[in-house]
């Protein structure tokens, strides 16, 4: 059973466009959301994470939207260049340290 | 910091072979995974670590998987015998327990067994 569920599978954008990636989940015990970012080759990297406490965090071009009623959450990527071009995966954690993750979302950004 | 290390990088093995993985975490964090990812399957998780000590193995696919770690900066994940549908890339990563700071992932190991 999938504990997020991720969308969309694949993504492609216009360079300078708006990158949107979307996450839900069911567990209400899930503290803590981050966004992994993965390169071909290269291990998942930490990009941003947000607790849901708050309903966005903006670190640069990139934002999570947390909506904890509807238990979703979403990462955006505004300005997109060519170098986001990568694998997404968001992620829930629930007090211990076992991380859930989502299927992930192959961005492409059209130069 | 040189981040999580781990080697070998890559690994080519024939079948009925052992293979050892190995995985060195962050110094400071207390907690230890071991990942596969392939593309059927995405990440997995296989096992972790709290304190060198294994919490939830049920990640691990048989018990030709087996998973050690003797000390706060040193891991195993050995494969005996391999097999080739084990090819995948392997993850390790490490984070503060309870820390909710995230983890951090090292470059993998990329298996094949022929």
């Known amino acids: 059973q999938q504990q997020v569920k991720q969308s969309p599978q694949s993504l492609i954008v216009q360079k300078g466009g708006i990158s949107i990636i979307n996450c839900a989940y069911e567990?209400?015990?899930?503290?803590?959301f981050p966004w992994y970012q993965q390169f071909p080759g290269k291990g998942p990297a930490l990009l941003i994470a947000?607790?849901?406490?708050?309903s966005e965090k903006k670190e640069g071009r990139f934002t999570i939207s947390f909506n904890k009623s509807a238990k979703q959450f979403s990462l955006h990527i505004m300005d997109s260049q060519p170098g986001d071009s990568a694998t997404y995966f968001c992620?829930?954690?629930?007090?211990?340290?076992?991380?859930?993750f989502g299927t992930g979302t192959r961005l492409t950004v059209i130069p | 910091d040189a981040g999580v290390i781990q080697s070998p990088r890559h690994e080519v093995t024939e079948m009925g072979q052992e293979v050892t993985l190995r995985c060195k975490p962050i110094?400071?964090?207390?907690?230890l995974f071991w990942y596969r990812q392939t593309m059927m399957r995405g990440l997995e998780l296989l096992i972790y670590?709290?304190?060198?000590?294994?919490?939830?193995d049920s990640g691990m696919p048989e018990d030709r998987f087996s998973a050690k770690m003797p000390n706060a900066s040193f891991s195993t994940l050995k494969i005996q015998p391999s097999e080739p549908r084990d090819s995948a890339v392997y993850f390790c990563?490490?984070?503060?327990?309870?820390?909710?700071?995230?983890?951090?992932f090292g470059p993998g190991t990329r298996l094949t067994v022929t």
């Open positions: 990563a490490s984070s503060l327990y309870r820390g909710g700071s995230g983890q951090y």
């Open positions: 110094s400071g964090h207390n907690s």
């Open positions: 992620a829930a954690l629930a007090g211990a340290n076992n991380l859930f």
């Open positions: 670590f709290n304190n060198n000590v294994p919490i939830d």
């Open positions: 947000i607790r849901p406490d708050v």
């Open positions: 567990n209400t015990a899930f503290d803590y």
